[in-house]
């Protein structure tokens, strides 16, 4: 932490030097070592991860100075902004960490958002003596609180999620054009009534058939 002062009380004078540092425009001008100054947070802010959609995203090996629980990462299309990304918008706590490394973590629940190439903003609840504000949970509450952009979140699914299809009975089905971040010829796709509905397929009762199912489109 470096010291300058501005020398307009010094109008005037003709000392040379003076003279010199009457602006402080430039980190010469700033001769004084004052102190320290530590920034918690995040670091570096390139921190590039990848998540899988459908499963749950688990952000391993962040980085960081005074990392600890308060810390809360949201995936949003620009830091800042109360706009949250549809079907992902809580944000993730940081667990297993140290001082210097964590892993955000949104639990068990699985990430059923659009594919598409986010950002990684973080939020952290300390007050400016370095303790856990009373109001945490107002702190880091809504989207524009995660102002600090740490990288590139690339969460590899389809997109739009809205890609409806037909295809006609007793005919060959093609779903063509599908389209998504992230897709390869190893993926598949399940046609079900409901795709929360993990269990095994029954005729009737508004599920679809397992006759429609015995074999699992590939991409």
């Known amino acids: 932490?470096?010291?300058?002062?501005?020398?307009?009380?010094?109008?005037?004078?003709t000392n040379a030097?003076?003279?010199?540092w009457r602006q402080c425009a430039t980190a010469l001008d700033f001769r004084t070592n004052a102190g320290a100054l530590t920034v918690v947070g995040l670091a570096?802010?390139?921190?590039?991860?990848?998540?899988?959609?459908?499963?749950?995203?688990?952000?391993?090996?962040?980085?960081?100075?005074?990392?600890?629980?308060?810390?809360?990462?949201?995936?949003?299309?620009?830091c800042g902004i109360d706009q949250v990304v549809p079907?992902?918008?809580?944000?993730g706590s940081l667990v297993s960490q140290v001082y210097s490394s964590a892993a955000a973590s949104w639990g068990t629940v699985a990430v059923t958002a659009a594919g598409g190439e986010y950002r990684l903003c973080w939020c952290v609840g300390l007050d400016a003596n370095l303790t856990v504000s009373a109001n945490l949970p107002d702190v880091c509450?809504?989207?524009?609180?995660?102002k600090t952009d740490a990288g590139?979140?690339?969460?590899?699914?389809?997109?739009?999620?809205?890609?409806d299809r037909t295809c006609v009975s007793g005919?060959?089905?093609?779903?063509?054009?599908?389209?998504?971040?992230?897709?390869?010829?190893?993926?598949?796709?399940?046609?079900?009534?409901?795709?929360?509905?993990?269990?095994?397929?029954?005729?009737?009762g508004g599920s679809v058939p397992a006759r429609y199912v015995l074999t699992k489109p590939q991409v």
């Open 171 to 204: 005919q060959a089905c093609l779903l063509d054009g599908l389209a998504g971040v992230g897709l390869s010829e190893t993926d598949e796709f399940s046609v079900r009534a409901s795709c929360h509905d993990l269990g095994v397929v029954q005729e009737g």
């Open 17 to 20: 030097d003076n003279a010199t």
């Open 44 to 78: 570096p802010l390139t921190q590039d991860r990848t998540c899988i959609g459908g499963r749950r995203c688990l952000l391993e090996g962040l980085q960081g100075l005074g990392l600890d629980t308060s810390f809360k990462v949201m995936v949003l299309d620009t």
């Open 152 to 163: 590139s979140l690339t969460l590899a699914a389809p997109r739009p999620l809205l890609q």
């Open 87 to 91: 079907k992902w918008a809580s944000p």
């Open 141 to 146: 509450a809504k989207a524009s609180d995660f």
């Open 1 to 13: 932490l470096c010291w300058c002062l501005e020398t307009s009380m010094f109008v005037g004078q």
